[in-house]
């Protein structure tokens, strides 16, 4: 058992980044997770951390991380097989989420998933900023784009299409755009976490070319993109999670079609160490199954193009 303990202290240290972070996480205290570590150290005959400002690994400690991880998961298998025989998904369960689609598609769902789930206690931060999940101590985060290469495990739910497009309004004015070279003489809006050099990155002939827009608004904020389009204000990049009901009543039209950029997925994203977890596991089926693949807002944009057409 003690090895047991050792081995989840460990773990943990490696997956906050500290010790006192680590203790904070089990509910200990820092000189007990400490001690664990030298225990452990001493037994290996060397040291398997690097102490510093954020602890890491030392060659042998990547080994033993490894090992460690398999059997954690091995026995975190084991109760989640007599877990599963009880529908059962308890303790709880840190989320980090995107503003915009959080409060226009998450709020509801993860609401129904903690009712569905009464013995799960969930702590939901909403944020566009992308969070380090090792540092901020998260369980699992949605995340919408292109995934950098990463030890992170990715689970996708559902495509993520963006689409270019303004009002009927501000078209009318300034004429319709019919190549990525045209933006030079429109008004636009950029996304600050995507667009912060006030360029916008389009695939042209399957390579990413990008041009200067000029500036109408710059935002950090995708419903104050989406309100900043419809009030006639310039050509805004949105996800068509917030733009297919706008489309579809006439408030706003796609532009540059064949250009718009690459969405990526909407996925789920979590540490190596909690890739068998159970409740990850239940939480990105339940996403799947009521997010839907095409998701829904597509399902509404396609339709609106075939009645269109």
């Not at 490696?14 to 007990?32: L, N, Q």
């Not at 030298?38 to 090992?67: D, P, V």
């Not at 992170?152 to 993520?160: H, M, W, Y």
């Not at 050099?197 to 990413?208: E, K, Q, R, T």
């Amino acid at each position: 058992m003690n090895k047991l303990s050792e081995m989840h202290s460990f773990v943990t240290v490696v997956d906050t980044g500290s010790i006192s972070e680590a203790a904070r996480r089990m509910g200990t205290v820092k000189s007990v997770v400490s001690q664990r570590i030298q225990n452990l150290e001493k037994r290996l005959g060397g040291s398997l951390l690097e102490r510093g400002r954020y602890t890491r690994l030392t060659e042998s400690g990547e080994i033993f991380y490894r090992h460690c991880i398999s059997i954690l998961a091995d026995i975190e298998d084991a109760e989640n097989a007599v877990l599963t025989s009880q529908s059962t998904v308890r303790g709880s369960l840190r989320i980090a989420a995107p503003m915009a689609f959080g409060m226009r598609y998450l709020t509801p769902i993860l609401s129904s998933f903690a009712k569905h789930h009464p013995e799960l206690e969930l702590d939901v931060e909403f944020d566009d900023r992308r969070v380090n999940m090792q540092e901020d101590g998260f369980d699992a985060a949605i995340r919408i784009g292109e995934l950098p290469d990463s030890s992170l495990v990715a689970r996708a739910i559902t495509p993520n299409r963006h689409v270019i497009c303004a009002s009927p309004d501000y078209l009318n004015i300034h004429g319709t755009p019919l190549i990525p070279q045209e933006l030079t003489n429109h008004f636009a809006m950029l996304y600050a976490n995507r667009e912060p050099h006030g360029m916008w990155s389009l695939p042209v002939n399957d390579a990413l070319e990008s041009f200067r827009v000029r500036c109408r608004m710059r935002t950090n904020c995708g419903y104050q993109l989406m309100e900043a389009a419809k009030a006639g204000l310039g050509l805004a990049i949105l996800p068509t999670f917030l733009a297919a009901q706008a489309i579809a009543d006439g408030e706003l039209l796609q532009v540059l079609e064949p250009y718009a950029p690459r969405g990526g997925n909407i996925s789920v994203v979590y540490r190596q160490s909690q890739k068998t977890s159970f409740k990850l596991d239940a939480l990105s089926s339940f996403l799947g199954e009521r997010i839907g693949n095409p998701p829904i807002w597509d399902q509404i944009l396609d339709a609106h193009i075939r009645s269109s057409g």
